[in-house]
């Protein structure tokens, strides 16, 4: 995972830290559970700038996730390879998902704002997608999971803690 992360972090570099954190942000292996500490930790940027910058940016995605994953789906079933690969990936966020059934947008809210493993942002979209919810009631769940999230990510960078380091 540090390899993975090491080359993004290499690869994703703008002229400017606060850009390379939003994009770093937006992508589904980082998030903002990866950008923070890389933001606070790397690019010396303050901790409440990483926050929000991070928080924007892992909150780009989930519009065109939610409303969008249908087709992405229809296009994705057409080739046997990524078809492969979304049915797997729907297997395991379907797994996932005892949490918001059972308490639906606050359930949504929270296992996006848990900061472990295909917890945040992009897999809260597509369990949302799959289960149904409207959009902007997912969005809104999302966005405030995504704002705990970042609060949660932060502290723990703050005490020495990274998100890759509990892998």
Known sequence: MEDIISYIVEHISFDSKELSLIVLSTLPITELR???PIGILLYKVSPLKAYWLCCLGNMIPILPLLLFFGKLESFMQRNEFSNKFLQWYIAKVKK???LIERFEL???AFFVS???PVTGAWTGSVA???????????F???SCGVLIAGVIVTILTLCGYTFYSFL
């Open 34 to 36: 990866g950008a923070i």
């Open 128 to 138: 949302a997608f799959i289960m149904g919810i409207g959009w902007r009631k997912a």
């Open 140 to 142: 809104f769940s999302i």
């Open 114 to 116: 848990i900061p472990l």
């Open 106 to 108: 606050l359930g949504l």
């Open 96 to 98: 996932r998902t005892a």
